[in-house]
């Protein structure tokens, strides 16, 4: 009571200032879900059909098969870290109520790794319906795959061209199908080093993951071309910015200084879950299946299809 008493008399002395405090709070987050973006409304179900989701033991991976698996389909966490991505299984049978949910091992930093991988699903899996492209590394030092490419541009882009390429037979036979390249923004920045693909001339670890970002989108449109007729479509995506494991490498090169400057606006960045939306609405929504090629985003003016 003397709390709300309290609460009466500083509104009644001070009714402006309480007014623009109310008025910055609901500002305030009403700007947080303006930048969350959209939210995925279809309602497709996915029963009996399968999707493989890489980089899905964390992050909006994990988030991505969460809803693949509530909507009923089987799917394939396929992950580096085999303790985490069992956990990770764990936790998105629990949540979504679907025990169709298994794990295979995929280092995209490896080209063995990756045809493995194939050559596994080839074997067990009757079909696949949509391959979601989703693990990414982000602004690392200057370090090499296991087959010597700079790793942002093996990992991002070419273990996932190599993956998509020895799983489209399969996704071909399971037509209609789909296929969905995580992306990001930074491709706008980016440019295709031909002369130096690795950057072994002169590495920048943002240049290279501009460059990685922009060869997915690059890749998409091109699948898109030529899987014209097959019932496979090609998507490609940015998702937001995210508070999610990816900035690990770069969060401990940005001096103190500039620390203290992001800080506040970590409160309007995206959690996992909303940052998972368009990944969601690429592998699901109705309405695209006679589109392919497109960039979709909800964070800028690509192809804004969310509502």
Same mark, same amino acid.
């Given at each position: 009571? $003397?709390?709300?008493? #309290?609460?009466?008399?500083?509104?009644?002395q001070y009714p402006k200032t309480t007014?623009?405090?109310? &008025?910055?709070? !609901?500002?305030?987050?009403?700007?947080?879900?303006?930048?969350?973006?959209?939210?995925?409304?279809?309602? *497709?179900?996915?029963?009996?059909?399968?999707?493989? +989701?890489?980089?899905?033991?964390?992050?909006?991976?994990?988030?991505?098969?969460?809803?693949?698996?509530?909507?009923? *389909?089987?799917? +394939?966490?396929?992950?580096?870290?085999?303790?985490?991505a069992n956990k990770a #299984?764990?936790? !998105?049978?629990?949540?979504?109520? @679907?025990?169709? &949910?298994?794990?295979?091992?995929?280092?995209?930093?490896?080209?063995?790794?990756?045809? %493995?991988?194939?050559?596994?699903?080839?074997?067990?899996?009757?079909?696949?319906? !949509?391959?979601?492209? /989703?693990?990414?590394?982000?602004?690392?030092?200057?370090?090499?795959?296991?087959?010597?490419?700079?790793?942002?541009?093996?990992?991002?882009?070419?273990?996932?061209?190599?993956?998509?390429?020895?799983?489209?037979?399969?996704?071909?036979?399971?037509?209609?199908?789909?296929? =969905? @390249?995580?992306?990001?923004?930074?491709?706008?920045?980016? %440019?295709?080093?031909?002369?130096?693909?690795?950057?072994?001339?002169?590495?920048?670890?943002? $240049?290279?993951?501009?460059?990685?970002?922009?060869?997915?989108?690059?890749?998409?449109?091109?699948?898109? /071309?030529?899987?014209?007729?097959?019932?496979?479509? *090609?998507?490609?995506?940015?998702?937001?910015?995210? $508070?999610?494991?990816?900035?690990?490498?770069?969060?401990?090169?940005?001096?103190?200084?500039?620390? &203290?400057?992001? &800080?506040?606006?970590?409160?309007?960045?995206?959690?996992?879950?909303?940052?998972?939306?368009?990944?969601?609405?690429?592998? =699901?929504?109705?309405?695209? %299946? @006679?589109?392919?090629?497109?960039?979709?985003?909800?964070?800028?003016?690509?192809?804004?299809?969310?509502?």
């Open positions: 009571m $003397r709390t709300s008493s #309290a609460a009466r008399s500083f509104v009644s007014a623009l405090v109310t &008025v910055a709070g !609901v500002g305030l987050f009403g700007l947080k879900k303006w930048m969350a973006g959209g939210v995925c409304h279809s309602k *497709a179900r996915l029963d009996g059909k399968t999707v493989l +989701i890489t980089g899905a033991n964390t992050g909006i991976g994990k988030e991505t098969a969460v809803d693949m698996a509530r909507r009923g *389909a089987r799917v +394939i966490l396929a992950c580096r870290d085999m303790e985490r #299984a764990e936790e !998105v049978k629990k949540r979504s109520g @679907n025990d169709s &949910v298994i794990v295979r091992k995929l280092d995209l930093a490896s080209l063995q790794s990756i045809r %493995q991988l194939a050559k596994d699903v080839l074997a067990s899996e009757e079909r696949l319906d !949509v391959l979601i492209n /989703n693990a990414g590394i982000m602004s690392c030092p200057k370090w090499k795959t296991e087959d010597g490419f700079e790793m942002q541009f093996g990992v991002n882009h070419l273990g996932h061209f190599l993956l998509t390429n020895c799983l489209l037979d399969l996704l071909k036979k399971s037509a209609p199908s789909r296929i =969905v @390249n995580v992306s990001s923004l930074a491709h706008e920045r980016g %440019q295709i080093h031909f002369d130096d693909i690795n950057q072994d001339k002169d590495y920048r670890p943002w $240049r290279s993951y501009a460059q990685s970002k922009l060869a997915n989108v690059l890749f998409t449109r091109e699948l898109a /071309n030529r899987l014209q007729g097959t019932g496979v479509t *090609a998507y490609s995506l940015h998702p937001g910015v995210i $508070r999610t494991e990816l900035g690990r490498h770069f969060w401990p090169t940005v001096p103190l200084w500039k620390r &203290v400057f992001y &800080v506040p606006f970590v409160f309007f960045i995206k959690n996992p879950t909303e940052g998972a939306q368009t990944t969601i609405y690429c592998a =699901v929504e109705e309405s695209l %299946q @006679n589109e392919s090629g497109l960039y979709y985003s909800r964070d800028c003016s690509h192809q804004c299809v969310l509502v």
